[in-house]
């Protein structure tokens, strides 16, 4: 029967604390050998990004330590290590965070470096890493290998390890932009809903996708009544908005953030020229949307079919709030608001105790805007 080894314990270590913080977070063994299972392939329900992520530990402080606030940690990476590391960046395409375990006597006093991978080339040319940390500070010391002073030492965020692989892969990408190798998604209808979920990106007016350099296209995107003209990458088939329809969408959604794949460009939208986007019927892309959820709901006093703040007749909306509970609300397309009545209110109120999503409907009285 084959033995257990020192990695076996400290890389299930920080699996287990990636999977704390991205509970969606799917990793696939990349590299397996007789001495590590030290690298792997991570993604997320909710990002198209893939990542590598690679792992390396300390099991002890370094000996000469004698300041009980400061520890410090050895780290040793061999030529094989740096040229794994830099085929995953450089060859494979994907954003690269290296995992540093720092373990101490008391093991539930470890703690766990991430690194990105800019930041691993400032050390990269050392065979070994040093590791600082000093009692109750919020970063990490990385050191140069040119000084050993905490002056020169780059900072590292203590609390990277709690930051989910989304908004790291993020961060990245806003901090140097390049060509990732993504993950292909099938995306044959788009919905205000489908666009919910992160951070966006702004880019400057430009006629081919910022990320990919392929041309973009213009489509239309919907909810039934009201409509945006966006623009489309033919490549990565990443999603632009400019600020005005970016923030109608968003006020449509209750305030929800948005997917990954949006971000905002700068243009206008008489810029956007319709002609040169129809398909061989002469008909534009047409994405048809459906009104199912929103986090707040606004109310009013009285019972009324047209909205009190712009006074026009009001839609009719069929809501779903989960475990088979629908209802209608009414929607201001004008305000882009869902309004009931403070009584429809009140018995949404009742449902919601047997109903999680209504626990989560935020009521917000429409005079107190």
């Given at each position: 029967m084959?033995?257990?080894k020192?990695?076996?314990?400290?890389?299930g270590a920080i699996l287990d604390a990636i999977f704390q913080y991205n509970e969606d977070a799917s990793p696939a063994l990349?590299?397996?050998?007789?001495d590590t299972r030290q690298a792997y392939k991570i993604l997320t329900n909710t990002s198209r990004q893939e990542c590598i992520v690679f792992f390396k530990y300390a099991s002890q402080p370094k000996a000469f330590n004698r300041n009980e606030n400061y520890s410090s940690w050895l780290f040793t990476f061999s030529d094989d290590d740096k040229?794994?590391?830099?085929?995953?960046?450089?060859n494979d395409h994907l954003p690269v965070f290296i995992y540093l375990?720092?373990?101490?006597?008391e093991l539930k006093n470890s703690e766990i470096v991430v690194l990105k991978y800019d930041e691993?080339?400032?050390v990269e040319d050392n065979k070994s890493i040093t590791i600082g940390v000093e009692k109750n500070k919020n970063s990490f010391y990385l050191f140069l290998p040119i000084s050993r002073s905490k002056d020169d030492a780059i900072q590292i965020q203590r609390n990277?390890?709690?930051k989910t692989f989304d908004e790291l892969i993020n961060?990245?990408?806003?901090?140097?932009p390049r060509l990732y190798r993504q993950k292909q998604m099938k995306r044959d209808k788009m919905t205000f809903e489908s666009l919910i979920f992160n951070e966006l990106l702004i880019y400057s007016q430009s006629s081919n996708c910022p990320i990919c350099d392929h041309k973009l296209e213009t489509c239309t995107i919907s909810n039934e009544k009201d409509k945006i003209i966006a623009r489309k990458c033919s490549g990565c088939m990443h999603i632009f908005l400019n600020k005005k329809q970016y923030k109608k969408v968003y006020e449509y959604t209750g305030g929800r953030k948005l997917i990954a794949d949006l971000s905002i460009m700068d243009f206008e939208d008489e810029q956007l020229e319709l002609e040169d986007n129809v398909n061989p019927k002469g008909e534009f892309e047409k994405i048809k949307l459906k009104d199912t959820k929103t986090d707040t709901i606004y109310f009013m006093n009285k019972e009324s079919t047209k909205c009190p703040i712009h006074n026009s007749k009001m839609d009719v909306k069929l809501m779903n709030f989960g475990k088979k509970i629908k209802d209608t609300i009414y929607f201001c397309r004008q305000c882009n608001k869902h309004i009931v009545s403070k009584s429809h209110m009140d018995y949404l109120l009742r449902q919601s105790k047997n109903c999680y999503e209504l626990k989560k409907i935020k009521y917000i009285e429409l005079e107190h805007i």
């Open positions: 084959p033995k257990l020192k990695s076996h314990f400290y890389y990349i590299l397996n050998d007789e040229e794994r590391i830099y085929n995953y960046y450089n375990l720092c373990s101490k006597k691993f080339l400032k990277r390890i709690e961060e990245v990408i806003k901090e140097k």
